[in-house]
């Protein structure tokens, strides 16, 4: 339900649940090899909830601990959503080191066991780690590779994601067209599928875009309605990364008011 049009209702029920899941989670830490699975489960799932409701060093450290627990080194699909988990919290928390090395061995395993879906990801993760760092050539590599696999699975929800994020490669090569026409692809796809926080995401980076250029105007609009979007959602870490965004905007088109006001 996290990549439907009910995820905003299924967070909020996550958010009432959020000391159950807790307690979920201490529970099976603590019935010892057997409960490494159970633990390793929960962190494979949360991980749109931790990441749109800010819950990041949180997160980080439940998977740490799940990772870490006797019977939970097992190399297997379970211990691979896991580490996806910790791959997307620490790149949020801007620690590339820690990510980088989950990605990779979550890309090592999914090798292993021969899980196509698993190997894309990992790509994926390791793509975006790669423009973050400013190697757009690798960034590319990665990405077109898990793209292929996402098309041939036909695969929407992911074709999506690298789609965004093979624009985020354009765009930090100053290619500004073809981040505008991945962006778009990756936003339609998200539409399709009703993914409200997906199509928030393509909104901000077409945003960027649409900034850099110099199209306050479109930037406005495209910010505003992803800021909407989240509120909606709740989601804190991106409510204020829009809202500084959109202030961004607002300040270079002499709208000082507004400006003030979203930075506040």
């Known amino acids: 339900e996290f990549k439907g049009a009910n995820q905003g209702a299924w967070l909020n029920r ?20 057997e409960g490494a699975e159970k633990a390793l489960r929960f962190c494979g799932a ?18 740490a601990r799940a990772l870490n627990a006797p019977g939970g080194q097992e190399p297997n699909m ?59 050539v690798s960034a590319r590599t990665y990405m077109e590779e898990s793209l292929a696999i996402f098309r041939e699975m036909g695969n929407p929800d992911r074709m999506a994601r690298v789609l965004n ?12 067209v073809s981040a505008h026409t991945f962006y778009t692809e990756s936003l339609a796809l998200r ?3 009703g993914d409200t926080g997906g199509v928030a995401m393509a909104l901000v980076n077409l945003g960027t875009s649409a900034q850099q250029k110099g199209d306050y105007t479109s930037a406005r609009v495209f910010y505003e309605e992803s800021l909407t979007i989240y ?33 506040k």
């Open 46 to 63: 949360l991980m749109r909830y931790w990441e749109l409701r800010g819950y990041l060093s949180e997160g980080r450290e439940w998977c």
């Open 78 to 136: 379970t211990r691979v959503r896991a580490l996806t988990t910790s791959c997307a919290l620490a790149f949020r928390l801007n620690d590339y080191t820690a990510a980088q090395s989950y990605a990779q061995e979550s890309l090592l395993i999914s090798r292993e066991v021969g899980d196509r879906g698993g190997i894309a990801d990992s790509l994926g993760d390791l793509g975006a780690l790669a423009i973050t760092l400013g190697d757009s």
């Open 191 to 193: 539409r399709e599928m």
């Open 165 to 176: 994020h093979l624009g985020s490669v354009a765009f930090h090569q100053k290619d500004y």
């Open 231 to 263: 509120r909606e959602l709740g989601s804190r870490t991106f409510i204020a990364s829009t809202a500084n965004y959109l202030g961004n905007v607002a300040r270079r088109q002499g709208d000082y008011m507004s400006a003030r006001a979203l930075y």
């Open 14 to 33: 996550l958010e009432a649940e959020h000391e159950n899941l807790r307690a979920g989670l201490d529970w099976s830490l603590g019935l010892g090899p």
